[in-house]
């Protein structure tokens, strides 16, 4: 071969943060010693939100799943030593994203930094969170304005940061197809394009600076010569949006810029081991072509289906890009897919059909009437059920899962316990503590920010107008406004909003043909109402606190319902006390509680004492979630009469479980019917 020039590696990240400022700090510092090249910040619910830590929906949930972020002081401390005009931060952070991107700003210049040289990316895709991550705060056409001016504001201030990285992500995660992926993030691209246009803050001759700011963040599942040429079409459909919608000429602006996060939905509880080869793949199908190369990369560590990795199984996921870019040639050749006639068929298709769903959603106003109407929920909602019965069917393999189930004594796993990063309880008592030191302190030495009630006051009066909002931001984060202060003001003028669970217009996905595991199920559901002397069982199915990670509720709600239940499923974002009020007030049979995020220890023990203080301490509560072992058997110890995880895949079987856990608790017999 003739000797040319190495491509430069992607950027290489881990999503990193937990518990503390402090704690995360230390973290990121040794993460760029091991040679990460970029910063990914995972923040915790709360700040996700824009709940103080001392929210009692908060509770359980405060440096869980990222780190608190609550003020300036936070800020400071979480970078404090990373020169931020050095380094290139990524922050996974979409409803209150001009908050942190405020906070960020005046934390730079803290540092002497040149704003116009900071570079990164704020992820900003409001409309992935109505469908699939749920950390939505305000309705559609508010979230869509912060999206819009903070853009507007980047482009003329910021101009090296990337305000927007549409988000198709968690889409797949959610059971979107390739074709829905592409369809609804470039759907969410049009409708935010077409704002930031419309908003007349953009000169004629400042369009391409916005479309070459413009950003996508994608999902990489395991099938990947597919999800390769997912990525080829991704290219060619925005290189065709940009030239005709936009009319932007300059190829560089249409260039297709895209970080991935390799597929965490498909990383098993089973056989977690098998993980490792599963997270290679995904990431050779962003890496491989050079035409449709990744700019930037995450992986997942192996472990993520058991709970919070630990720093070293985050380093053997970097590890793992750092032989591929170093070691392997991957970077000594062209595109090495060009002129394939696989490739090129597959990716011809998924461009028609991706276009004929973009027209769809065009037609019925765009990506945003889409979301008030229900339509992206429903279909993803639908996607993914029939997917489960494909994998539940065994038509879809899952070595370890449903097939190759044998295995011998795991090494990595043998102390579970140890196996995973643990969050000490005792650090929200910590960060509950701080706050309320902050809120006592800030106008005095060595901080002196000014009071925030004017800033606040000034912040809604620029809601209620029509001007940018970012310039009110800033004010409030140099005024040491906190996190709940500054989403509370806004609260107060946009309200907030409950996004449709999909739940109702979802198709029957399994069938209850004579002699099928769903069938015999559904007579055990028939039986257990008659012998109650009730029309239908009814069953709550609720997702305490702040993890709107909703997939598998939804799916546990829409396959209890083909059973013949009577659901009550009321979607994300409550509090234990609503939680049992509308068990008692719809007088179920059973309370299902789903959360990934880790709150499970503190909000499962709450509903149980609440419903032992309503009266109704016979109804049984089943748990759902990322749990380890220890604090299953925690669960159970406290009452909880089942606790189901990833491994638990069989969704008609654990709906015949709860079905048998009805009939414990009204002390009937058990039935002979098998589930």
Same mark, same amino acid.
């Given at each position: ?24 700090? =230390? ?24 709940? &103080? ?6 509770? +359980? ?12 002081? &936070? ?10 005009? !050095? ?5 996974? /952070? ?26 990164? @990316?704020?992820?900003?895709? /409001? ?20 999206? @819009? ?22 889409? !797949? ?41 413009? %950003? ?122 060009? +002129? %394939? ?11 028609? =059909? ?7 959603? #065009? ?8 979301? =008030? ?9 639908? %996607? ?6 494909? /994998?539940?069917?065994? #038509? ?22 140890? *196996?995973?990063?643990?969050? &000490? ?59 709940? =202060? ?14 449709? @669970?999909?739940?109702?217009? *979802? ?42 990670? %909703?997939?598998? *509720?939804?799916? /546990? ?90 491994? &638990?895949?069989?969704? @008609? ?23």
């Amino acid at each position: 071969m003739t000797e040319r020039q190495k491509d430069r590696p992607w950027l290489m990240r881990t999503y990193a943060g937990h518990s503390t400022a402090e704690a995360s700090n =230390e973290l990121y510092r040794r993460n760029l010693a091991k040679g990460q090249t970029g910063l990914s910040v995972a923040f915790d619910l709360p700040t996700q939100t824009g709940y &103080d830590p001392d929210h009692v929906l908060a509770r +359980g949930e405060v440096g869980r799943v990222g780190v608190p972020v609550s003020h300036v002081g &936070d800020m400071r401390r979480l970078f404090q030593d990373i020169p931020l005009e !050095q380094m290139n931060t990524s922050m996974t /952070i979409n409803a209150t994203a001009m908050w942190l991107l405020a906070l960020y700003q005046v934390v730079a210049e803290e540092q002497g930094a040149d704003i116009t040289k900071l570079q990164g @990316t704020t992820q900003n895709d /409001i409309v992935k969170e109505y469908l699939s991550r749920g950390t939505h705060v305000f309705p559609p056409v508010p979230s869509l304005r912060l999206t @819009t001016d903070m853009i507007c504001y980047t482009v003329n201030n910021i101009p090296k940061w990337n305000p927007i990285n549409i988000c198709s992500y968690h889409l !797949q995660e959610a059971g979107a197809t390739p074709v829905q992926e592409i369809a609804y993030a470039m759907s969410t691209a049009i409708a935010v394009l077409d704002a930031v246009f419309a908003s007349g803050q953009i000169a004629e001759d400042q369009k391409g600076d916005v479309v070459a700011r413009i %950003s996508f963040f994608v999902n990489a599942g395991v099938r990947f010569v597919e999800e390769m040429c997912k990525m080829r079409a991704f290219g060619r459909i925005w290189d065709r949006i940009t030239r005709e919608r936009y009319g932007i000429e300059n190829p560089k602006h249409r260039r297709f810029r895209y970080g991935v996060q390799v597929n965490s939905l498909g990383l098993t509880e089973a056989q977690p081991e098998n993980n490792v080869q599963r997270i290679v793949l995904e990431m050779l199908a962003v890496t491989l072509s050079k035409d449709a190369r990744a700019r930037a990369v995450q992986l997942p560590a192996w472990n993520e289906a058991l709970g919070l990795p630990r720093p070293w199984d985050q380093q053997w996921s970097l590890r793992l890009q750092q032989v591929l870019a170093y070691e392997s040639d991957l970077l000594e050749y062209a595109d090495i897919f060009e +002129g %394939s006639h696989v490739v090129e068929a597959k990716t011809a298709a998924l461009v028609e =059909e991706s276009l004929a769903e973009i027209d769809r959603i #065009q037609e019925m106003g765009g990506a945003m009437a889409a979301v =008030e109407s229900g339509y992206l929920k429903s279909q993803l909602v639908s %996607s993914h059920a029939e997917r489960r019965a494909r /994998i539940e069917s065994g #038509q879809e393999k899952i070595v370890g899962v449903n097939i190759f189930e044998s295995t011998e004594p795991n090494p990595l796993t043998a102390d579970l316990d140890a *196996a995973i990063q643990t969050v &000490d309880p005792a650090v929200e008592a910590r960060v509950v503590a701080a706050l309320k030191d902050w809120r006592d302190t800030r106008y005095q030495p060595p901080f002196n920010h000014p009071r925030p009630c004017k800033a606040l006051e000034r912040l809604k009066e620029a809601a209620k107008g029509t001007g940018n909002l970012m310039e009110a931001t800033l004010e409030c984060a140099r005024a040491g406004v906190t996190t709940g =202060e500054w989403s509370g003001a806004l609260r107060e003028v946009f309200g907030e909003f409950r996004a449709p @669970t999909g739940v109702s217009s *979802a198709p029957v996905a399994v069938s209850a043909e004579e002699g099928t595991a769903m069938a015999l199920v559904r007579r055990k559901v028939e039986l257990t109402a008659k012998d109650l002397g009730v029309g239908k069982i009814r069953f709550l199915v609720g997702k305490p606190g702040l993890d709107g990670h %909703s997939n598998g *509720a939804e799916q /546990i709600a829409v396959r209890a319902r083909d059973a013949g239940f009577e659901v009550v499923y009321q979607g994300i974002r409550l509090t234990p006390e609503q939680i049992v009020d509308a068990a008692v007030a719809e007088d179920v049979h059973a309370v299902g509680l789903s959360i990934l995020s880790g709150s499970h220890a503190q909000l499962v023990p709450d509903v149980l004492v609440r419903l032992r203080e309503a009266g109704a301490p016979d109804i049984p509560v089943i748990a759902g979630g990322i749990i380890p072992n220890a604090d299953a058997e925690q669960l159970r110890a406290a009452g909880v009469a089942a606790v189901f995880t990833p491994k &638990d895949f069989d969704i @008609t079987g654990i709906i015949g479980r709860i079905v048998d856990e009805i009939r414990k608790a009204n002390k009937l017999d058990p039935l002979e019917v098998p589930a």
